[in-house]
């Protein structure tokens, strides 16, 4: 499950990487469309497109091919990454994967979320709670690699880190020099084989889809009253659509705020 749409960030540059603010990060998200209510087991969504003049746009921007997230394999055939992940506690890979999908469906992403430690080279920060974990990734052809894992521990010390093996990796300006050998198993199955995929994939696009239409009433400088006003609806239902912590959202809504925001919503079924 998957929305496709325009971006809405209002930035010059279309590649600067977006500032997601704290209260677009949750941990415990869920996300379904609700009455006339569609949910995640009954109803898949292959693509929501907003766009302008009553036309579906397909830019480079379009969310219409999210970037594929792969394991790093070493010459040995290890993926550090899924071992690590396979070691951490259930709730813990639940954040981390939601995290990480949230950078594949909102790439380009930066702080609190994503930090740039040097040319072709990030880090997702997840928030668990026992301290920080933190996966290094590069993207090489239109791949999200994820390269190591480890876990800043605020326990005991506030220097300790779990699991923090070192592996060695060399960058070019472009990003990672990443042979097909080193391309690991898909992250996808991973979470499929975990049971975690559909609510990972419905909380990466809950809280992209959230972010950019506060980006555009930004933009816009529209209120939350105005934006209700537009959109018909009550502050209430406009609180639902804008907070990612919220359980559902329904179809009526994103179709009013799309229109509110001179956009198209289409629905596709995979």
Known sequence: MWIQFTPLRASADKHAPIDLPAQYLPRALRYAFCPSRLTRASFLVHSISMSGNGKTQHTSETLSAPLHVRFYRTATGNEPVREWLKGL???????????????????????????????????????LRQGIARVLFTVAENKIILLHGFQEIQENSAHGFRNGKTTTFEFGDGGMNMNKRHLGSDFDDFLREE??????????????????IAQEMKRRKLTKAAMAKQMKTSRSALDRLLDPENASVTLLTLERAASALGKKLVVKLA
Do not use: C, N, Y
């Open 195 to 212: 049971g975690m995929l559909s609510d990972a994939t419905a909380t990466a696009i809950k809280r992209v889809l959230a972010f950019q």
């Open 89 to 127: 506690e259930r709730e813990h890979r639940k954040v981390i994967g939601e995290d990480i999908k949230t950078v594949q469906f909102g790439w380009p992403l930066g702080m609190p979320l994503v930090r740039k430690l040097e040319a072709g080279l990030w880090e997702i920060r997840s928030h």
